[in-house]
């Protein structure tokens, strides 16, 4: 029963929402971004990160470092404290937060099928997958030459079976029947998500229901920009498009026949809330489009965390460090190329 949360939600809440909020004041502020901007070399950034919840994930790491091993070491940090979070949960909590990892096991198993299909090594895959959607079959999926048996012999006994029974063909695995694959895959995977927190009711479903039609949203025109200039007709593309968010039904109909980003922005400034964000935005251009999206749902994210009593801070935290995480990857990779100039283009402040 809505408002009715704080009579019972600690019994089983209160400890984890309790360590979520601890995280959470832990994550990177303008200040520490500022300084690492300022860095000159990847030592640097380490150093500056040593004085951070990282710390001792990178302290051990040798010189030179690289790119990689920074974004590999606080990406550990962030598994560590979902599994330490996971192992302490009960239901219908421990249900919610693996649905928060079903995005990564979606794009690990695409990474996987598409790199096989460009005949690149599994191990080297493996290593380039998401920790947070391993599964145990997930090496087994290179045997597979189509989606029928992509499901039979991997797929049935994870939880992405049931996203599965509405892109199961016969046709052969290529770049675009796995792009496909993926959009039909997320867009199950957003419905059953949603449908989940709103059974869950309260306040969690209020708050993941706003957040999860914002992914709906953005993936929606995501996908109308991606596929302008493609084979991929009207019909398939509306087909992919969640059945929820703002901008359903109506605003679907008017994307799927979107032709250029122009008329795409024409769509979406008819929605208040996604009016600012194509103001930042000149006209034609798409490049800045998801910083500006990434700004937005941070945003979201901050706010879902003025409210106790829900679950939706668990999903907020780990958006957030996630987002974190990509803001240290572009400053590393623009220091370890000599780019410092751009230094400010994808970096998404939190706080």
Not at 33 to 62: F, R, V, W
Not at 150 to 173: G, H, K, M, N, Q
Not at 210 to 215: N, S, V
Request: proline share 3%.
């Amino acid at each position: 029963m809505y408002g009715f949360e704080a009579l019972t939600f600690n019994i089983h809440g209160g400890y984890l929402e309790a360590i979520v909020r601890g995280h959470r004041s832990g994550l990177l502020t303008a200040a520490d971004y500022n300084n690492l901007c300022q860095c000159e070399t990847l030592d640097d950034i380490k150093m500056h990160l040593s004085a951070t919840e990282y710390g001792p994930y990178l302290q051990n790491e040798p010189s030179p470092l690289h790119t990689t091993t920074i974004v590999e070491k606080c990406t550990l940090k962030l598994v560590d404290e979902y599994k330490h979070m996971l192992c302490q949960a009960t239901e219908p909590l421990s249900t919610f937060l693996e649905y928060i990892t079903y995005g990564h096991m979606i794009d690990n198993v695409v990474l996987i099928v598409t790199g096989t299909l460009h005949e690149r090594d599994v191990q080297e895959l493996l290593e380039k997958c998401h920790p947070l959607g391993m599964f145990d079959s997930i090496a087994t999926l290179a045997v597979a030459q189509n989606m029928r048996e992509l499901y039979r012999l991997v797929l049935v006994d994870t939880p992405l079976a049931p996203y599965f029974s509405e892109c199961i063909t016969s046709e052969d695995l290529d770049d675009m029947n796995i792009e496909i694959m993926r959009n039909t895959l997320y867009k199950a995977y957003l419905e059953d998500f949603y449908r989940f927190c709103q059974k869950l009711g309260g306040a969690t479903a209020e708050i993941m229901s706003d957040l999860l039609a914002f992914e709906a949203d953005r993936r929606a025109v995501n996908i109308t920009i991606n596929s302008i200039g493609t084979e991929l007709t009207r019909d398939d593309r509306r087909k992919l498009y969640s059945s929820f968010g703002l901008l359903y039904p109506y605003g679907h109909e008017e994307l799927a026949v979107c032709e250029d980003i122009d008329q795409v922005r024409g769509v979406m400034e008819k929605y208040p809330p996604y009016q600012s964000i194509f103001a930042k935005l000149s006209y034609g251009e798409s490049q800045m489009l998801d910083k500006a999206f990434y700004e937005e749902e941070v945003k979201r994210l901050c706010l879902s965390f003025e409210q106790q009593f829900h679950y939706a801070v668990f999903f907020a935290y780990i958006r957030l460090r996630e987002q974190e995480i990509r803001n240290l990857m572009w400053i590393s990779e623009c220091v370890a190329q000599n780019q410092k100039s751009r230094v400010h283009d994808s970096v998404v402040f939190i706080f």
